[in-house]
């Protein structure tokens, strides 16, 4: 079942968002527990070449995939045959199979890979040890995990933990620190930092810098920092926004943020696959207003070609706000490993 992330998991001080968190709190340490028992008794394998993995401490909505995305363009411009792998969430193929962008659907791969293989090779693979094996044997010196920290399948060169340093009013990226269903955990934070080489926060562009309660929670670890940067400015002219991501508040917010005339926003399940009667209603809504469509690359990429005629996607990156120090960090590691 695809469900947007819930907003209680990051409130603070809320009656209900406690009582909620309190009742599912034995089914957040099953969860913890299976995790852990998984992560202790794998043997993670060599696939024969460096792996960087991109991963998270939460459910959801951190921007692995955009940071994913620059890790593979800063390695392939430092000239390694850099690749990426996939689960493949969301998608019909089991792999691996090699993500091409010109024949693949979001259905058949997952949005996820198609969005990262728009600029660099990405392969899919149920089996991540079965994909590392392909890719290693399509060329691949360097392979860049999405989501990869809570998969003990193969042994990392780097591990990285992506953090969400969007806090606004109440907010706070760990909630409580409740494993999932009771807070947004996938494990408890001291077990996920432990495996962790270095942490990237990222944040919007209209917030300065990050919390100093939050940076301090990394004592000990590298820090780097990334924003999420439109490639351009939000299409002119009234605007109705749809998202289907764990956040899509965060979508409402950078729009208007960007300037956007956003005149309303419709929230869809994180992964959502749009049918019919959706788009008629998203063209029945702007219709009302007289405004075009809007929405993420993540959610453009799911719709069909007709679909997408009427909809405007609002592409954003990840950048590092010191790109020399990140990518020395990453060459430094992949270089001590071979």
């Not at 819930?6 to 809320?14: L, N």
């Not at 493949?88 to 089991?94: K, N, Q, T």
């Not at 300037?259 to 998203?282: K, M, Q, T, W």
Request: net charge neutral; charged share 25%.
């Amino acid at each position: 079942m695809k469900l947007n992330t819930p907003r209680w998991w990051y409130v603070r001080d809320s009656n209900h968002a406690r009582l909620t968190r309190t009742v599912l709190k034995p089914l957040g340490w099953l969860w913890a527990g299976v995790t852990a028992r998984r992560i202790a008794r794998a043997t993670p394998v060599d696939p024969g070449c460096a792996v960087v993995s991109v991963g998270n401490l939460t459910v959801g909505g951190s921007g692995k995939t955009p940071v994913a995305r620059e890790i593979l363009r800063l390695l392939r411009a430092a000239g390694v045959e850099a690749q990426g792998l996939s689960r493949g969430y969301g998608g019909r193929l089991e792999g691996p199979i090699r993500v091409d962008p010109a024949a693949h659907t979001a259905d058949d791969v997952g949005d996820e890979p198609l969005m990262l293989a728009q600029g660099s090779p990405v392969w899919i693979a149920r089996d991540r040890v079965a994909g590392a094996r392909a890719a290693v044997d399509g060329g691949a010196q360097a392979l860049v995990l999405d989501d990869g920290h809570q998969n003990p399948a193969l042994r990392k060169t780097v591990n990285l933990i992506v953090v969400d340093g969007e806090t606004r009013g109440d907010e706070w990226p760990f909630g409580d620190g409740s494993v999932f269903p009771s807070g947004p955990m996938r494990e408890p934070l001291k077990a996920g930092l432990a495996r962790a080489d270095a942490v990237v926060i990222m944040l919007p562009t209209d917030v300065e810098a990050a919390d100093p309660e939050l940076l301090a929670v990394f004592a000990g670890l590298p820090v780097f920092v990334a924003r999420l940067t439109p490639e351009g400015p939000p299409p002119s002219g009234p605007l109705v926004g749809f998202a289907g991501i764990a956040k899509p508040w965060k979508v409402e917010r950078s729009l208007k943020a960007a300037g956007c005339d956003l005149v309303d926003f419709v929230p869809f399940p994180d992964h959502a696959a749009y049918s019919a009667e959706n788009i008629r209603f998203l063209t029945d809504r702007a219709a009302v207003y007289d405004a075009g469509l809007v929405t993420t690359e993540k959610d453009w990429v799911r719709l069909t070609p007709e679909q997408r005629a009427g909809v405007t996607a609002w592409p954003v990156v990840a950048r590092f706000e010191d790109e020399a120090a990140f990518a020395a960090f990453l060459t430094d590691r992949i270089q001590s490993a071979r």
